[in-house]
Antibody, heavy 124, light 107 residues
Framework: QVQLVQSGTEVKKPGASVTVSCKAT????????MHWVRQAPGQGLEWVGV????????ACAQEFQGRVTMTKDTSTSTFYMELRSLKSEDAAVYYC?????????????????WGQGTLVTVSS | DIQMTQSPSTLSASVGDGVTITCRAS??????LAWYQQKPGKAPKLVIY???TLESGVPSRFSGSGSGTEFTLTISSLQPDDFATYYC?????????FGPGTKLEIK
């Protein structure tokens, strides 16, 4: 079965960088885009970006452009999201979400399987 | 960028009631809309994709409809497990975005 297992809680200072990992098992790694979504405490869901593991192309929300890098390691079936120049507003739970296999638009798909989430705290 | 809105923001209902949540997009997204259910401290769970396709394993009391800019999620007979927050998300063009959520609470 599909499983996405994310790395553990991170505590960072403002201005630092954080890298969250997402290990994918139970499916063919390169066949599904991977989305990153975050949720600030008590708030709604916010789409961060997406990576196509077939060709490493990425797209992200404008507010993260220049600050986020999404990568993958095919040898370990792991996705990574690095967020730089952290601000207090970046404190959130970060999720990876696999793009579904059917019913997709010309860009990508909804998230059909989700990781358990990684809490990122930003505090001086 | 496409903006998503939802109404109501909070919905109080009883077990056995039928409820409908509305999601609107700021421009046409065809049928590229998903609905998620989220419970406190948990990751979102996919309920509906492509506006009206029920995800495997999701009870048939859930249904989705709509296209273009207006969409609905209907739960025909609420069960205790259904009380949660529901989000819509478009996946038409980048950047994708979510609605602000509808909290479904027990009356």
């Amino acid at each position: 079965q599909v499983q996405l297992v994310q790395s553990g809680t991170e505590v960072k200072k403002p201005g630092a960088s954080v890298t969250v990992s997402c290990k994918a098992t139970g499916y063919t790694f390169t066949r599904h885009y991977m989305h990153w979504v975050r949720q600030a405490p008590g708030q709604g869901l916010e789409w961060v970006g997406v990576i196509n593991p077939w060709d490493d192309t990425t797209a992200c929300a404008q507010e993260f452009q220049g600050r986020v890098t999404m990568t993958k390691d095919t040898s370990t079936s792991t996705f990574y999201m690095e967020l730089r120049s952290l601000k207090s507003e970046d404190a959130a739970v970060y999720y990876c979400a696999r793009a579904g296999p059917v019913g997709c638009s010309s860009t990508s798909c909804y998230g059909d399987h989700w990781g358990q989430g990684t809490l990122v705290t930003v505090s001086s | 960028d496409i903006q998503m809105t939802q109404s109501p923001s909070t919905l109080s209902a009883s077990v056995g009631d039928g409820v409908t949540i509305t999601c609107r997009a700021s421009q046409s997204i065809s049928s590229w809309l998903a609905w998620y259910q989220q419970k406190p401290g948990k990751a979102p769970k996919l309920v509906i994709y492509k506006a009206s396709t029920l995800e495997s394993g999701v009870p048939s009391r859930f249904s989705g409809s709509g296209s273009g800019t207006e969409f609905t999620l209907t739960i025909s007979s609420l069960q205790p497990d259904d009380f949660a927050t529901y989000y819509c998300q478009h996946y038409d063009t980048y950047p994708y975005s979510f609605g602000p959520g509808t909290k479904l609470e027990i009356k």
